[in-house]
């Protein structure tokens, strides 16, 4: 295996300082890569409005356009957020709560697919693999960075110049597709993510809504509460949609960022509580399988992978650093606590809940007014979470159209665009409306191409022509073909599962594993 990326490599990025190359070359400085066109990603780096923001990385805090403001000359080798660069625990704060969403609180159903004993050795594998490959793309990206002298990468530049370095002409001839590639698996993602939002606040308010009349004070009485039917959960998603259209039409990230304060608050508030009543009382263990059937096992990869697919926010996370050597020891530290939360909640909810688990563990709380509030803490904080996620795939998607349109027209089209997009989410949630199979699709289509397939891959046509070794390169063959069996076998899985469920989903409210 290679090594992660070394202090050198990191700082390779905002500290040297070439000269720029002679004018008129059209060659970079070491003249092995053409400069690469102006795309439409490139034009939107210099627009005012639009500034690219092709990652899965949407803390509020700043925009990476900013940056460019700082750059007098082509030759001025300065990183985008040196004027506001994060500390270490900064980093590692926005590593964490980038990985914590609603992909955690569906892992006890994941533990369940797999088995007790097989599904939290599978999760530190995943981990270790996930991890692996964001090591990967930080060193590809700053082997293009010293190669082509430019302050940052994004991702699908550096799958774009590593298309150009390999020994393939035909790759070279079509590498700008490997930017579209990842542009597409992001947005795919991103909403993605949009769609389980939507699932998961409709899920969890429907069941606060319904158990309100037999809500109570006493938290310690594990009985099932008969509900009070009121409407389908496809219309509690409509319900939703003009409020969260209303959401987006908010286009600057920083006035986005008393919402993501607000979200993180609520987000721990009821991780600190969701922990706090999982622990207590845990039932006998011995009746739940040590290893699942099979046939479920591609549902646990999915509903995994989706959890760890943060491999798009490394890069910009990185870049904004002042001190980018520690990145490295920031990742790896970050995504241990990461691996370490999946596991216990996982395991511990399942073992609390057992065959009842559901596709969130927010669903097995009791009907009492203090974990009711959890549901709902949970829900305020992914609602304004949902914006966030929002944002990358409409600072992709909406400069392709307003480019094409009269000045004049802009703020229409803009506007439109966002509130159809959302539109969009809101009609698959609604054609998906299962809570778990939502999640294990979209982890198996979209966040296991860019987690697990196209690092690897990317490692072996960036250093090939330089000399690899047969083990490196069997190493990524072999995480990228698994990756590619986890792809097929789980989207067609979810999707079968949702054609002819083998079971009907559980919408009971079940505080025990035996109620």
């Known amino acids: 295996m290679p090594l992660p990326p070394t202090a050198t490599a990191m700082k390779a990025c905002s500290s040297l300082r070439p000269p720029p190359a002679p004018e008129g070359t059209g060659m970079t400085l070491e003249g092995s890569l053409p400069p690469r066109p102006a795309t439409m990603s490139t034009q939107r780096l210099r627009n005012e409005d639009y500034n690219d923001y092709s990652s899965t990385d949407v803390s509020p805090e700043e925009s990476p356009s900013e940056g460019l403001n700082n750059f007098s000359s082509p030759g001025s080798y300065q990183r985008f957020g040196e004027s ?22 569906g892992l006890p159903l994941a533990v369940k697919n797999a088995g007790i004993l097989m599904g939290p050795l599978s999760l530190l594998v995943i981990g270790i693999v996930a991890v692996h490959c964001m090591g990967i793309l930080v060193k590809c990206a700053h082997h293009f960075c010293r190669r082509l002298n430019k302050p940052f990468v994004d991702y699908g530049d550096t799958v774009m110049y590593g298309l150009e370095s390999s020994p393939s002409s035909w790759l070279r001839n079509h590498a700008h597709w490997g930017r579209h590639l990842v542009d597409f698996f992001l947005i795919v993602t991103q909403l993605g993510f949009c769609c389980v939002y939507f699932v998961f606040l409709a899920d969890n308010f429907k069941q606060v809504i319904e158990a309100a009349n037999g809500t109570t004070n006493n938290c310690h009485n594990n009985e099932t509460v008969i509900l009070t039917p009121t409407m389908d959960s496809r219309l509690y998603m409509l319900t939703f949609l003009p409020f969260l259209v209303l959401l987006v039409f908010v286009r600057n990230l920083r006035a986005l ?66 001190d980018p050597q520690k990145f490295p020891v920031i990742l790896y530290v970050g995504m241990a606590i990461i691996t370490a939360l999946y596991i216990s909640l996982g395991c511990l909810g399942y073992l609390q ?11 097995n709380l009791p009907n009492c007014w203090l974990y009711q509030s959890v549901k709902l803490l949970y829900s305020i904080g992914i609602f304004f979470t949902y914006a966030l996620q929002f944002y990358v795939p409409a600072e992709i998607i909406i400069p392709f159209f307003v480019s094409r349109v009269p000045e004049h027209c802009e703020l229409v089209v803009d506007l439109f665009v966002r509130t159809v997009l959302v539109c969009l989410t809101c009609v698959l949630a609604i054609l998906i409306p299962r809570l778990d199979l939502v999640i294990s699709l979209v982890g198996s289509v979209s966040s296991s191409a860019l987690a697990l397939i196209i690092p ?35 989207t067609y899985e979810a999707l079968y599962e949702l054609i002819q469920p083998s079971s009907a989903p559980v919408f009971i409210n079940s505080t025990s594993a035996f109620v």
């Open 456 to 490: 690897p891959l990317l490692e072996i046509t960036t250093y090939y022509s330089e000399g690899m070794s047969p083990i490196t390169i069997a190493k990524d063959a072999l995480i990228s073909i698994l990756g590619f069996v986890g792809f097929v076998v789980g």
């Open 257 to 322: 960022s008393i919402f993501s304060l607000l979200a993180n608050i609520t987000m721990l508030v009821s991780l600190v509580m969701l922990y706090q009543f999982i622990v207590q009382n845990i039932p006998d263990p011995s009746c739940l399988p040590l290893v699942a059937p099979w046939k479920t096992y591609p549902l646990f990869f999915g509903t995994a992978i989706f959890a760890f697919e943060g491999i798009g926010m490394v890069l910009p996370l990185e870049n904004k650093m002042k």
């Open 84 to 105: 506001n660069s994060t500390t270490w625990f900064q980093t590692l704060v926005h590593l964490l709560k980038g990985n914590i969403g609603t992909g955690l609180l």
């Open 353 to 363: 809940f057992g065959a009842n688990i559901q596709g969130s563990i927010t669903l």
